[in-house]
């Protein structure tokens, strides 16, 4: 809930812990509270975020896959 990850615009610029892109201000960014980082949208955390939207979308909660 309060932790868990989620899509919005980058504040800041930086670069992508996964990929080593960089995240230029204003980007679609993956941000994970918790560690406080942020990915860049092409990353596979960035993918799990969506997985894990969509799952919750449909009810799918508890898929563990």
Known sequence: MRNDP????ARFAG???ETGKP???G???AYFPRDRKAYH?????????????FN???GMD???W
């Open 6 to 9: 989620y899509f919005c615009k």
């Open 62 to 64: 508890d898929a563990n």
């Open 23 to 25: 995240i230029r201000k």
């Open 27 to 29: 980007d679609e960014i």
């Open 56 to 58: 919750k979308c449909y």
């Open 15 to 17: 670069t992508c812990p």
């Open 41 to 53: 949208a092409d990353s596979k955390a960035a993918d799990q975020v969506r997985e894990m939207m």
